[in-house]
């Protein structure tokens, strides 16, 4: 359960993330890892590393509003800092010990999927446009009244590819 959860939570962020349009996508990433960056300021026990760590990861999230590849090594540089804290027994959530060492799981997922440019995942998972139906219509036939049916078409192809042959 250590190791799963972190790993479910870097997967669901993957995916809730999925639902953003880009660019804004990217920009929304940027400002979490800045939050990010900061999370160990309050009681991490570092001293003046943790400011300058807060301080390269707010470089890192800067550049990353125009590059993922920031964001992807900033997670990076952020699982680092989260295995030196749990080796330090330092946890993230004091009253969580194994904190920080659930986030330096986490975190690779999300790095990952940044430093692969970020891209939505539902686009892959469904090929297929929803089919728009009448009432009494079947599903893969076309009724008199309709010519929607299934289309593998892209969304950037317009309406009319998206149209079953009328033949």
Known sequence: MTVLVPLFIGVLYVLVNSLIAEPHRRRFNAVMLGGAGAAYLSGGGLGIGEFAFTA?????????????????????????????????????????????????????????????????????????????LRLGQRLGRRSKSSAWTYSTASPSAGPRARRANPG
């Open 56 to 132: 390269v990861l707010t470089y890192l999230a800067y550049r990353g509003l125009e590059s993922w590849t920031f964001i992807g090594a900033g997670w990076l540089l952020h699982t680092a800092w989260d295995v030196v804290h749990h080796l330090r027994g330092e946890p993230i959530i004091p009253s969580a010990h194994d904190s920080s060492f659930g986030c330096a799981i986490c975190d690779p997922v999300i790095a990952i999927w940044c430093l692969a440019g970020g891209p939505s995942v539902w686009r892959h998972a469904r090929p297929w446009r929803p089919v728009r």
